[in-house]
Nanobody, 121 residues
Framework: QVQLVESGGGLVEAGGSLTLSCAAS????????MGWYRQAPGKQRELVAT???????IYADSVKGRFIISRDNAKNTVSLQMTNLKPGDTAVYYC???????????????WGQGTQVTGSS
């Protein structure tokens, strides 16, 4: 079994900062991309940022310059440093990871349970 467990969500005033963390554990050998998505009430889930094992990064335009994604390949973790938070950043944030087994067979994309981030005005 595979688990992705997020932590670090909460309530923060507009302009404040918050860091989310996600740890992957279970039966897999390696991780391709890891990323963060978010879903606000009444809206579709959207990409926030992704990072490959080699360090290539993609950010949503709405968070460029404010959020930083990073990962620790040795610990199978990914983090999202969020600064200058806005009320529009309020959403449930989900971690995901693309996993492979020891034969490099793709196991699929796994998701965490989500963590609430609320930016108050």
């Amino acid at each position: 079994q595979v688990q992705l467990v997020e932590s670090g969500g909460g309530l923060v005033e507009a302009g404040g900062s918050l860091t989310l963390s996600c740890a992957a554990s279970g039966r897999f050998f390696s991780i391709d991309s890891m990323g963060w998505y978010r879903q606000a009430p009444g809206k579709q889930r959207e990409l926030v940022a992704t990072i490959t094992g080699g360090g290539s990064i993609i950010y949503a335009d709405s968070v460029k310059g404010r959020f930083i994604i990073s990962r620790d390949n040795a610990k199978n973790t990914v983090s999202l440093q969020m600064t200058n938070l806005k009320p529009g950043d309020t959403a449930v944030y989900y971690c995901n990871a693309d996993l492979r087994d020891e034969y490099m067979v793709y196991l699929g994309q796994y998701w965490g349970q989500g963590t609430q981030v609320t930016g108050s005005s």
